[in-house]
């Protein structure tokens, strides 16, 4: 059977059609264009969804979703997306109306993990933590091959435990939340309250680099920070390899300073823990979101 994934993103609508040996066949992006609304969502989904199955012949195929939140296990609507017009939405139930088929939903860190699982960097690795580190930062499980959701289908979100409870407004409602002090755009929020300074934060890793203040202990504040959210879920999972993602998945000396800064935080005798880079790319959403479908 083939497999159709969507990556429902932020700004960007990712599809892909696997082979039954898990091999892309077609890929295509459009713009998410959330400002339309909800219902312009549903229609973007529905063209690239229509696209996906002329191009594979019209043959049978499961399909998946991944997208920033979860569904209620109590309600059945969508929550804690940062596209906001997503939540309280019955987004399974109107997709499912609209492509006149049944929809598996999955949360895209939870996807990102999935396909580093199976098809990158964790492969052969039992116990799997998958790290998001883009505009928000989310987290995602996996064991033996399978996501591991939890009760209340949160399993994985370090990114809103809080680790400073006098920190900054997260907004979950929350404060000191570890998205707030390691995301891309907590940590841009976070220098300009600080230095009083709007700079990207490609602009503040270049000052870090060439050893420049105020950047230079921004950074290795977000280091500690690092370190103290993943030790503590360490701490909690032991898992067998933790994978990074999202565009901070980049910053080179995560796997070294930010390394160091967990090992000072793991509570054992010595640091077993592999924290190693994606292999998939961005490509790893859509591709957990394929091998999710039913």
């Given at each position: 059977?083939?497999?159709l994934?969507?990556?429902?993103?932020?700004?960007?609508?990712?599809?892909?059609?696997?082979?039954?040996?898990?091999?892309?066949?077609?890929?295509?992006?459009i713009?998410?264009?959330q400002?339309?609304?909800?219902?312009?969502?549903?229609?973007?989904?529905?063209?690239?969804?229509?696209?996906?199955?002329?191009?594979?012949?019209?043959?049978?195929?499961?399909?998946?979703?991944?997208?920033?939140g979860?569904l209620?296990?109590?309600?059945?609507?969508?929550?804690?997306s940062n596209t906001?017009?997503?939540?309280?939405q019955?987004?399974?139930a109107?997709?499912e109306a609209?492509?006149?088929?049944?929809?598996?939903?999955?949360?895209?860190a939870?996807?990102?993990?999935?396909?580093?699982?199976?098809?990158?960097?964790?492969?052969?690795?039992?116990?799997?933590?998958?790290v998001?580190?883009?505009?928000?930062?989310?987290?995602?499980?996996v064991?033996?091959e399978?996501?591991?959701?939890?009760?209340?289908?949160?399993?994985?979100?370090?990114?809103?435990?809080?680790?400073?409870?006098?920190?900054?407004?997260?907004?979950?409602?929350?404060r000191?939340?570890?998205?707030?002090?390691?995301?891309?755009a907590?940590?841009?929020?976070?220098?300009?309250?600080?230095?009083?300074?709007?700079l990207?934060?490609a602009?503040?890793?270049?000052?870090?680099?060439?050893?420049?203040?105020?950047?230079v202990?921004?950074?290795?504040?977000f280091f500690?920070?690092f370190?103290r959210?993943?030790?503590n879920?360490?701490?909690i999972?032991d898992?067998?390899?933790?994978?990074?993602?999202?565009?901070?998945?980049?910053?080179?000396?995560?796997?070294?300073?930010?390394?160091?800064?967990?090992?000072?935080?793991?509570?054992?005798?010595?640091f077993e823990?592999?924290?190693?880079?994606?292999?998939l790319g961005?490509s790893?959403?859509?591709?957990?979101?394929?091998?999710?479908?039913?």
């Amino acid at each position: 059977m083939y497999k159709l994934g969507i990556d429902l993103g932020g700004t960007k609508i990712e599809g892909i059609a696997l082979n039954e040996q898990n091999q892309e066949l077609f890929r295509l992006r459009i713009p998410t264009e959330q400002e339309q609304g909800y219902r312009h969502i549903l229609s973007n989904i529905k063209k690239v969804y229509d696209r996906m199955v002329v191009e594979i012949g019209g043959h049978d195929h499961s399909f998946g979703i991944g997208t920033p939140g979860a569904l209620s296990r109590r309600t059945g609507l969508l929550k804690n997306s940062n596209t906001l017009c997503l939540n309280g939405q019955p987004l399974k139930a109107d997709l499912e109306a609209e492509l006149s088929r049944p929809v598996i939903i999955e949360n895209d860190a939870n996807c990102f993990a999935l396909a580093e699982a199976i098809r990158g960097a964790a492969v052969g690795k039992e116990l799997v933590f998958g790290v998001i580190m883009g505009t928000g930062c989310g987290g995602g499980i996996v064991y033996k091959e399978n996501v591991i959701t939890g009760l209340q289908a949160i399993a994985g979100e370090w990114g809103h435990t809080s680790i400073a409870p006098n920190g900054p407004a997260c907004w979950c409602g929350n404060r000191g939340c570890v998205e707030t002090f390691i995301s891309g755009a907590g940590l841009e929020k976070l220098y300009a309250a600080q230095f009083g300074k709007q700079l990207p934060l490609a602009e503040v890793v270049n000052d870090f680099r060439n050893q420049r203040e105020p950047a230079v202990t921004f950074m290795q504040a977000f280091f500690t920070n690092f370190g103290r959210a993943l030790g503590n879920l360490i701490n909690i999972m032991d898992p067998d390899m933790v994978v990074l993602g999202g565009g901070l998945s980049n910053i080179d000396e995560l796997y070294t300073e930010g390394v160091n800064e967990v090992a000072k935080c793991v509570f054992s005798d010595s640091f077993e823990t592999p924290i190693v880079k994606n292999k998939l790319g961005d490509s790893a959403g859509v591709i957990g979101a394929a091998l999710v479908g039913r």
